[in-house]
């Protein structure tokens, strides 16, 4: 009897767009990383792309997680996506660059570690997939499938949030934030081989209330219908192709601007203390490559002392 092989098993962690909340994120990740989890792949979607490009870069380690943590205290005074809305739309209408959040953001990410040159061919450890919106189809773009394509220009395209950063054009596409199509970017993981799924979704329902009146108001509750509902089918998608998916929702005690970066230290905490406590309620975790090469090492400096 024909007996196909089981897939090799494939923990993805997908994290969701959310701006300024994506501190969050990696107050989660920490709590994760304790908690013996080792991603092989990670999919992300707007600021979620970036946390996901810095790991891919430094590493899902103490060391790595910690220089996160570090690069998110730095944006309280940053000021990356200013609040003056109008003045940004303007802009982006009469096409000035000079000046517009992506320079920032560009010359942030750099500074991280995104350097212009660095392509997926380059990253060694975990496998990074960033997702943008492609407005000429209407369908998710996910990078790093192509060995030469730019990692600081694939996060860039999945963080394009008028009025802050332009849509980007290139190769017939018209590319934006993820968002757009699927901001907790679970298909995608499944498209790459994931078996198992940590979904960290930065959604907030509460977010927009009853009081939001007028056109602001409907855009936040239209833009949270569909970010809302996108994540519902995505995960029964993971559910209907056997995938588990443990989906932690982080969510400030507060509502929190995507804008608005001075509160990213509480907002840190504020997503390990979350993820902890849903990381508690599951089995355990297999220990992560790196804890087992400390034991390794300890137990032979310890026989070395025996001898």
Known sequence: MWNPRKPKKQLAFVLSGGGSRGAMQAGALRALLEAGYQPDLITGTSIGAANGAFLAVHGFTPQGIQKLEKMWA????????????????????????????????REFAIAAGLAPNLRFQDLTGIRFFPVAADLNSGRPVVFGTRPEECVLDSVLA????????????????????????????????????????????????????DDNAGLKGFLLKLDKTVEGRQAELEIELAK???????????????????WDFRSSIELIERGYQLAQQAAAEWPPAPHPRWQKLRLKTFLSDLLDALD
């Open 74 to 105: 730095a944006t309280v005074d940053q000021d990356l996506l200013p609040t003056n809305l109008w003045w940004q739309t303007m802009r982006t209408f009469f096409k000035r660059p000079v000046g517009f959040s992506q320079d920032r953001i």
């Open 240 to 258: 209907a192709r056997g995938v588990p998916v443990r989906h932690i929702t982080l969510v400030g005690e507060k509502p929190v601007p995507l």
């Open 158 to 209: 999945s963080m394009s949030l008028p009025p802050w950063l332009a849509p980007r054009q290139e190769d017939g596409r018209y590319l934006m934030d993820g968002g757009a199509v699927s901001n907790l970017p679970i298909q995608a993981a499944l498209e790459q081989g994931a078996t198992e799924i940590i979904a960290l979704d930065l959604f907030d329902p509460d977010e927009v209330s």
